[in-house]
């Protein structure tokens, strides 16, 4: 199972994939971020700057590979992804197959501004992006939503570890 943890910047998906991963045997934490952080470094090597690294091509290809590859190795992959935008979302679902389990973490924009300027460092991109976030994970593309407005994120994990687990 691949537990695509969606949601906006800053409203806890890491913090609960982390915690989806402990309770999961065989489970693993794949973060496309890192993918997308090596994508954009390179593209400034080469004078371009990319302000979203989801918008490269080359991002959502590699996240699909390692995916696949993962899969090879552990059957439980929890992967944390700010998306927005549906087209790139049904990008990635189609090419990992259909053992794709899409939840999409939820709360106001206030509450998930809150917790960015509560976990310091937030840049005004981020904010921008969580706006974005928020203004359409309310949609059908995002139709399995979890309320993480007044939920810890142990309580989280705890629900979503009991639809994942085999």
Not at 16 to 28: E, N, P
Not at 118 to 139: P, Q
């Amino acid at each position: 199972m691949i537990l695509l943890l969606n949601g906006a910047f800053g409203i806890g998906k890491t913090t609960v994939a982390r915690l989806v991963v402990r309770r999961l045997r065989r489970g693993v934490l794949f973060d496309p971020e890192l993918i997308g952080m090596a994508l954009q470094r390179t593209a400034r090597l080469f004078g371009r700057e990319v302000d979203d690294f989801q918008d490269l091509r080359a991002w959502r290809r590699l996240t699909i590979l390692g995916l696949r590859i993962t899969r090879f190795f552990t059957r439980n992959i929890v992967v944390p992804m700010a998306i927005s935008n549906v087209s790139y979302l049904e990008e990635i679902r189609r090419g990992v197959g259909p053992d794709v389990l899409h939840v999409c973490l939820v709360a106001p924009l206030e509450i998930v501004h809150e917790r960015l300027r509560n976990r310091g460092g937030a840049h005004e991109w981020e904010f921008r992006r969580a706006a974005e976030c928020c203004s359409v994970h309310g949609g059908e593309a995002f139709a399995r939503q979890i309320d993480a407005a007044h939920r810890s994120a142990e309580d989280i994990a705890d629900e979503l570890s009991r639809v994942t687990l085999p």
